[in-house]
Antibody
Framework: QITLKESGPTLVKPTQTLTLTCTFS??????????VGWIRQPPGKALEWLTL???????RYSPSLKSRLTITKDSSKNQVVLTMTNMDPVDTATYHCAQTEGGYYHYYMVVWGKGTTVTVSS | QSVLTQPPSVSGAPGQRVTISCTGS?????????VHWYQQLPGTAPKLLIYRNSNRPSGVPDRFSGSKSGTSASLAITGLQAEDEADYYC???????????FGGGTRLTVL
């Protein structure tokens, strides 16, 4: 059974850096074609894709957020870490991590974590 | 403004058939990239519903089907049930953005 769980602070102040950890089980991030991505959803709004790390450590970022995002993986710990700098109240959202399959371009989010809600406020 | 365009809402009576469209462009759906669909029940995380245009993961009823043509894709739900009331999102890859994109989501109301 594949599970993913997001963890991190629920409240951050504007300009601070957010660090979220996705801890997963049931699959290996060393398997060809597999990835872990981050997706967020502001309250009452649509899903927004943020970033993805592939099995071979290649990474992709949303162009609009690329300068603020960093994604890393520790396959031995089954963890993926998302860092987002210079947080703003508009970044208030539920942040999900998800296991992806389908390779480089046709990937889809197979299993999602329940998400963690992050509020940005002073 | 989402790169993939979906109708904000659709509705249907129990037992009816509804379709949800997802319109893209030549840099995503029209470029041949696959379309995937997710169902998000109220207060829960999204769940994969259709992958690679028309494939259903194990456990998804065959009332749900997907198709793709040109720069658009569609999700069809037949035999509508009350528990189908949810938000539905399409997703694809966009070559100009070098990343994934989601549609704006469609809220399905079962009358």
């Amino acid at each position: 059974q594949i599970t993913l769980k997001e963890s991190g602070p629920t409240l951050v102040k504007p300009t601070q850096t957010l660090t979220l950890t996705c801890t997963f089980s049931g699959f290996s991030l060393s398997t060809s074609g597999v990835g872990v991505g981050w997706i967020r959803q502001p309250p009452g709004k649509a899903l927004e894709w943020l970033t993805l790390i592939y099995w071979n450590d290649d990474k992709r970022y949303s162009p609009s957020l690329k300068s603020r995002l960093t994604i890393t993986k520790d396959s031995s710990k089954n963890q993926v870490v998302l860092t987002m700098t210079n947080m703003d109240p508009v970044d208030t959202a539920t942040y999900h991590c998800a296991q992806t399959e389908g390779g480089y371009y046709h990937y889809y989010m197979v299993v999602w974590g329940k998400g963690t809600t992050v509020t940005v406020s002073s | 403004q989402s790169v993939l365009t979906q109708p904000p809402s659709v509705s249907g009576a129990p037992g009816q058939r509804v379709t949800i469209s997802c319109t893209g462009s030549s840099s995503n759906i029209g470029a041949g990239y696959d379309v995937h669909w997710y169902q998000q029940l109220p207060g829960t995380a999204p769940k994969l519903l259709i992958y690679r245009n028309s494939n259903r993961p194990s456990g998804v009823p065959d009332r749900f089907s997907g198709s793709k043509s040109g720069t658009s894709a569609s999700l069809a739900i037949t035999g509508l049930q009350a528990e189908d009331e949810a938000d539905y999102y399409c997703q694809s890859y966009d070559s100009s953005l070098s990343g994934s994109v989601f549609g704006g989501g469609t809220r399905l109301t079962v009358l």
